[in-house]
């Protein structure tokens, strides 16, 4: 009878779920970005959201609510109802590198948060000043150290995989290099562009338009591979740097214990979104290349990728403050 029982219970609740998702969404839906707007993240949620606002007749509202390298933000949505209406840009510095971090977290970012798609996946570009005496990675290396300690790179925040770029960098080669956190990539690029700090690796899409209208100039790229967006472009792997790799991804993620079918709903038209050809053309103009894949392929990634990142921060010897 227990049994009988729980399973009446068990279909209850399925039912109840899909009876909200043919109705959802009803009323406007808050997508939370914990980055500036402008960044990479940001940049996401504006094309999904304001396509599926489209696709559903109500209002994608995005919300930049900055702080803790996206912490501030997930600490909302994990504390959100979990009802479909508030939802996550969510970033691998946030899911993946904050837990190795942060003493404390007010979040799990396994337990409390439900994947829907790992959207899109992007490197950073090593750029300097266009009038730094440095057009090589190499060269680069050879005047950071020649004045040790005075050379400052700038990044998205502590934790961010601009961040951690910039701390596999100083530990490979073998340079003293000062970090200096900003509040998003775009707070990044006046201070950058005046040379009041030296280098970035700083996201493609906030960097290579200033590398194209010739204000900085891009050394190398962070990904295993070369880009297509700059083919042209040595990784940092070619550069002498074995398995360095600093690609950061972006996708949605809703409070735990959303119904399933209401997760199901957004992930099937994120995913119809992300494959349409002019939105895929366009994340490839900015340098973003699309993945779009299930709630349980997006779920593998985090498990995979935590521990990964643990061990290079641990190496690295990184804490945020």
Avoid: C
Avoid at 293 to 300: D, H, K, R, V
């Amino acid at each position: 009878m227990r049994i009988i029982r729980y399973g009446l219970v068990a279909l209850a609740v399925l039912a109840a779920g899909t009876a909200a998702a043919q109705d959802y969404p009803d009323r406007p839906i808050r997508l939370l970005v914990g980055f500036a707007a402008g960044g990479p993240a940001d940049v996401m949620a504006r094309l999904v959201g304001d396509k599926m606002a489209e696709a559903w007749g109500k209002p994608v509202i995005i919300e930049n609510i900055t702080g803790g390298a996206g912490n501030v933000a997930a600490d909302r949505v994990a504390k959100a109802a979990p009802d479909g209406y508030t939802l996550m840009a969510a970033a691998s510095a946030t899911i993946v590198t904050n837990p190795s971090l942060y003493q404390k977290l007010g979040f799990d970012p396994v337990k409390d948060f439900a994947p829907i798609t790992q959207a899109v996946h992007t490197p950073n570009l090593l750029a300097v000043p266009a009038d730094l005496p440095a057009k090589s990675v190499a060269e680069l290396v050879a005047y950071a150290r020649a004045q040790p300690g005075k050379v400052a790179f700038g990044s998205a925040g502590v934790g961010t995989s601009q961040h951690l770029a910039g701390e596999l960098f100083k530990t490979m080669a073998g340079i003293d290099i000062t970090h200096v956190p900003y509040r998003g990539i775009a707070a990044v690029m006046p201070d950058l562009l005046a040379g009041r700090i030296s280098m970035v690796f700083g996201n493609i899409t906030a960097v290579l338009p200033l590398v194209r209208e010739g204000k900085l100039r891009a050394l190398a790229v962070t990904s295993p591979r070369r880009w297509a967006s700059v083919p042209d472009l040595p990784t940092m792997i070619e550069a002498g740097y074995k398995d360095f790799d600093s690609t950061a991804w972006f996708g949605l993620m809703a409070p735990a214990g959303t119904p399933q079918p209401i997760i199901d709903k957004i992930h099937q038209e994120t995913a119809r979104i992300l494959a349409r050809p002019d939105i895929r053309k366009r994340f490839d103009e900015i340098g973003m290349e699309v993945i779009g894949n299930t709630p349980a392929e997006f779920a593998a990634v985090i498990a995979a990728e935590a521990p990964q990142w643990a061990k290079v921060i641990r190496d690295a010897g990184v804490k945020a403050e």
